[in-house]
């Protein structure tokens, strides 16, 4: 079975840090492309962050450019988000997939965990 579990969510005040981090099983990690997606209640899931299988490449959504960076240990089946100058715009569910396809479409990633809240306070 695919799990992917995020965790190191919270409240953080404006301006400050947060590291998220998904732990994968029931995959082989270092095959999947993953990627960070968010949502705020009653929109649509965007696109925060994507990282190439070996974790050479990636992209990042315009508005987190800059201020967050995805990363991956593949020794230890994790990905990571550390974000950095946090606005209260950040305040999300945090959200991490995994896909076969270096992508930033949501629809394109087959697996997906619980997600974990970020709650950045102004």
């Known amino acids: 079975q695919v799990q992917l579990v995020e965790s190191g969510g919270g409240l953080v005040q404006t301006g400050g840090s947060l590291r998220l981090s998904c732990a994968a099983s029931?995959?082989?990690?270092?095959?999947?492309?993953m990627a960070w997606f968010r949502q705020v209640s009653g929109k649509e899931r965007e696109f925060v962050a994507v990282?190439?299988?070996?974790?050479?490449?990636?992209d990042y959504a315009t508005s987190v450019k800059g201020r967050f960076t995805i990363s991956r240990d593949n020794a230890k089946n994790t990905v990571y988000l550390q974000m950095n100058s946090l606005k209260p715009e950040d305040t999300a569910a945090y959200y991490c997939?995994?896909?076969?396809?270096?992508?930033?479409?949501?629809?394109?990633?087959?697996?997906w965990g619980q997600g974990t809240q970020v709650t950045v306070s102004s």
């Open positions: 997939a995994a896909g076969n396809y270096y992508t930033t479409s949501q629809g394109s990633y087959a697996y």
């Open positions: 029931g995959l082989t990690f270092g095959s999947y492309v």
């Open positions: 990282i190439m299988k070996r974790g050479i490449t990636r």
